[in-house]
């Protein structure tokens, strides 16, 4: 349970609704997903399977929440900073520095095991580049149970990396693109589009499930959000399709962001699309607003650095713990992931924007609190 003085309050019950509602969202999740594979038995029995793992989840998120200990069904591990791209407006560059402390693959199995004893459900693995550390998924075929999401720019999917995704049916890579050619490119390098198509190809031939993560700025709205571009995704075999609306994390990039008549199309959109096309669709900040609001600091989800520090989300780099020191269970106990929740009314943004990034003075002062 969150740490409220009165256990009929409003603000707890408004915590018990949220849980609800967004382990509803999960089972619907995992219901378009078995409906999307349909065409492959073999996936389509995995999630079928996976379904049945995250009721199980859901049950041992309860027990723990009964005796004290808030688990979110969500946890974003950075596992390294180190990439192959050096991307425009690149958040990880922006905010984090580069470090020699990072996690061994040994402390990295040891905080999936906890994930998995505490009931997460799903591990959104970001970077850096993951796939840049393939020991982790030496790890992440002993949790099959675990849907491992990975945020990735492609390029080093090869022919052995393929296989294991092949066998793993757990691995959903999302591949990073900026729309079509032109933005891909002026964004992420010379020729990297054409690269990722080939990759694709590649992927959707073995008919592993995959999927693409879409950052929606003002420039390139128009051309991700139209039908023709989602239409040639589908054709290349793409089953999960994630929006994220920019966040500008770097000085000089406020330009990017959508407009407000812009953001307002976003979830029409999306209902459209799910309509039309038998894909997994999800926006973000867009679903976050639909189930309460910002998923944040333990909420929803929580974010490990590749450094082993636990802070609420991946653009709020602030941590009073850390997992070399004490076990994952504790962190999400730490007073200053439960003051962001307490004061999450405050920290949401409303302009679109990440409010604990755009507030972050006052996620600094939270922290820097000592009771």
């Known amino acids: 349970m969150l740490y409220y003085p009165d256990p009929m309050s409003k603000s707890l019950q408004e915590n018990t609704d949220f849980r609800f509602a967004l382990n509803d969202a999960l089972k619907i999740f995992f219901k378009d997903a078995i409906k999307v594979s349909i065409k492959h038995p073999s996936q389509a029995l995995y999630f079928v399977k996976t379904y049945r793992w995250q009721k199980k989840a859901a049950k041992t998120r309860e027990k723990w929440e009964q005796e004290g200990t808030h688990v979110p069904p969500i946890m974003i591990f950075s596992i390294t900073h180190k990439c192959n791209l050096n991307c425009k407006g690149c958040y990880e560059k922006a905010i984090r ?9 040994q402390k990295i199995r040891n905080i999936v095991e906890q994930a ?61 693109l900026e729309g079509c050619e032109e933005e ?14 080939k990759i694709m190809k590649k992927i959707k031939d073995q008919n592993i499930f995959f ?15 139209n039908e023709s571009f ?63 609001g910002c998923l944040a600091a333990g909420r929803g989800f929580i974010h490990i650095s590749a450094e082993g520090d636990v802070e609420p989300c991946p653009f709020a780099p602030y941590s009073d713990m850390n997992l ?42 939270l922290l820097n609190e000592k009771s």
């Open 184 to 197: 891909t490119d002026e964004r992420r390098g010379e020729g990297i589009y054409n690269r990722l198509q």
């Open 230 to 292: 989602i239409q040639n995704l589908i054709n290349t075999g793409c089953k999960f399709f994630l929006f994220i609306e920019y966040n500008p994390v770097k000085p000089g990039t406020e330009k990017w962001m959508i407009t407000v008549n812009q953001r307002k199309k976003i979830m029409d959109a999306m209902r459209k699309f799910k309509e039309k096309w038998p894909a997994l669709f999800i926006a973000v900040p867009g679903d976050e607003d639909e189930i309460g």
């Open 97 to 105: 520095l580069p470090s020699k402390k990072e996690l061994t693959d």
């Open 116 to 176: 998995h004893e505490l009931g997460i459900s799903f591990v959104v693995v970001a970077g850096g580049e993951p796939f840049m550390r393939p020991a982790f998924f030496e790890i992440t075929k002993d949790y099959p149970d675990i849907i491992f999401v990975i945020f990735t720019n492609g390029l080093l999917i090869k022919n052995e990396m393929l296989e294991a995704m092949k066998k793993q049916k757990n691995i959903a890579a999302l591949i990073s």
């Open 324 to 365: 070399n020191n004490v076990s994952l269970k504790d962190t999400l106990n730490s007073k200053f992931l439960r003051k962001i929740r307490e004061n999450h009314a405050q920290l949401h943004g409303t302009d679109g924007s990440c409010g604990l990034w755009a507030k972050r003075e006052m996620v600094q002062a």
């Open 211 to 225: 999927g693409t993560s879409l950052t929606l700025t003002k420039n390139n709205f128009d051309t991700i959000l």
